[in-house]
């Protein structure tokens, strides 16, 4: 960022990719447009490239919770975390956890799992995402592969 001085006043814009409202005042969840892929993750205002969307949030596992909820095929909502633990988002009010991937279907995802700046698990617009319009992102291979 520039430094402001009498010869140069003008005020910088610094952008954050983060929305500055509370998550329910922005996104909503209602049935996905994949058929049999139960409820989606909406926008009621457009998003840009880049912005964070919504954060995951979820119960910390042990690893032998995980592996108990692993063999009851209770695994659909795990995340893999940086520090090698497991979060489970499956019994969390999350409204990152509605977001479909959009694999086999007429859809393209618009959106990724990845970590914001304090190394939290999020969603982040990988393209502008329109007012209405439904939020995906991909789940990657390994998830397929044991969820086919």
């Known amino acids: 960022m520039k430094k402001l001085t009498k010869y140069n006043p003008q005020v910088f814009y610094i952008p954050t990719n983060s929305i500055e409202a509370a998550e329910e005042d ?32 979820g119960e910390i596992l042990t690893e032998k919770e995980a592996q108990e909820r692993a063999q009851k095929k209770n695994d659909r909502y795990f995340i893999n975390l940086l520090d090698g633990s497991i979060m489970d988002s499956m019994h969390t009010e999350c409204f990152a956890k509605y977001a479909n991937d959009s694999i086999n279907s007429n859809f393209d995802n618009n959106a990724k799992i990845t970590l914001d700046d304090d ?3 999020c969603l ?7 007012s209405g319009e439904e939020i995906f992102c991909g789940y990657g291979k390994r998830y397929w592969n044991k969820h086919k």
């Open 124 to 130: 982040k617009a990988t393209k502008k995402i329109k």
């Open 26 to 57: 922005y996104l909503y969840i209602k049935g996905s447009q994949i058929n049999n892929s139960g409820n989606g993750l909406y926008t009621a205002i457009n998003l840009y490239k880049n912005e964070i969307i919504s954060l995951f949030t």
């Open 119 to 121: 190394n939290n698990v």
